[in-house]
Nanobody, 129 residues
Framework: QVVESGGGLVQPGGSLRLSCVSSGETLDYYSIGWFRQAPGKKREGVLCISDRDRVSERNTYYLDSVKGRFTISRDNAKNAVYLQMNNLKPEDTAVYFC????????????????????WGQGTQVTVSS
């Protein structure tokens, strides 16, 4: 089971940190994707990390609109993955999902969504003044 948390209402320019935790899976064994779906829009990949190495251009994909604002990190001791979102904008408003793909593919793109093995239920992020 995968559970996201940390969403909420924040003013433009604010920050949120989303968490993705699993009670049954060791997240270190997975590639991780953060996706979002805004009202009336298709779900899109926001930030995907494809292996367990340190985040770098080699193994991490960023949606252009979040580059320089969003980062990903792992805490293996807590079996958690985090999406740190800074300088939030109204266009970041969406439901955010964490997705897990068993194993690594070591490249800087998000896999097709149907390739991910597990999905969380999503957490709502609303950026508004």
């Amino acid at each position: 089971q995968v559970v996201e948390s940390g969403g909420g209402l924040v003013q433009p320019g604010g920050s949120l940190r989303l968490s993705c935790v699993s009670s049954g899976e060791t997240l270190d064994y997975y590639s991780i994707g953060w996706f979002r779906q805004a009202p009336g829009k298709k779900r899109e990949g926001v930030l995907c990390i494809s292996d367990r190495d340190r985040v770098s251009e080699r193994n991490t994909y960023y949606l252009d609109s979040v580059k320089g604002r969003f980062t990903i990190s792992r805490d293996n001791a807590k079996n958690a993955v985090y999406l740190q979102m800074n300088n939030l904008k109204p266009e970041d408003t969406a439901v955010y999902f964490c997705a897990l793909k068993r194993g690594y593919y070591s490249d800087n793109y998000c896999l097709p969504q149907e390739s991910y093995d597990l999905w969380g239920q999503g957490t709502q992020v609303t950026v508004s003044s």
